[in-house]
């Protein structure tokens, strides 16, 4: 196993992710959180950035187990040139952090790079002081573009 370039795993807020997606014509957005995340909390909306959110779980629910396959369906996205920035965003920063490692460390095995990016926050941010996601932080929140289907 090639050892990770740290480097190039670093973090950012949801706002300077927006920014990142917009300016950056390659990069993308992994949404790492489950389908019933998607279903039932929603999905950033990259619509008006002519983006699409690459949604694929890195824990699969109900047991929160790794996903075997997550690496390989990421980098099958990508179709053999990994773009110059990778996004990752879960509810709360914690899984997506764990998946930019590990996509971080499979490009290098590969002999490619990118940034690979935890987005602070996530999509639902912190608990406030009732226990309740969404109101404190997080993509969300900060007024960014998302939807439920």
């Given amino acids: 196993m090639a050892a990770t370039n740290n480097e190039n795993v670093i973090e950012e807020t949801p706002q300077e992710t927006w920014s990142g997606l917009e300016n950056t014509s390659d990069a993308v ?3 790492v959180r489950t389908k019933a995340e998607w279903s039932f909390i929603g999905i950033p909306d990259l619509s008006a950035l002519g983006k699409q959110v690459i949604l694929q779980e890195w824990r699969q629910y109900p047991d929160m187990s790794v996903n075997e396959g997550f690496v390989a369906n990421i980098l099958d996205q990508f179709g053999g040139s990994a773009p110059s920035k990778i996004y990752f965003l879960c509810r709360s920063g914690v899984r997506s952090l764990e998946a930019a490692h590990v996509v971080n460390e499979a490009l290098s095995a590969q002999g490619q790079s990118a940034v690979c ?3 602070l ?4 941010g912190d608990l406030n002081s009732e226990r309740h996601r969404g109101e404190t932080n997080g993509w969300k929140s900060r007024g960014l573009a998302w939807g439920q289907s």
């Fill in 121 to 124: 926050e996530g999509f639902e």
């Fill in 117 to 119: 990016v935890n987005v």
């Fill in 29 to 31: 957005l992994v949404d």
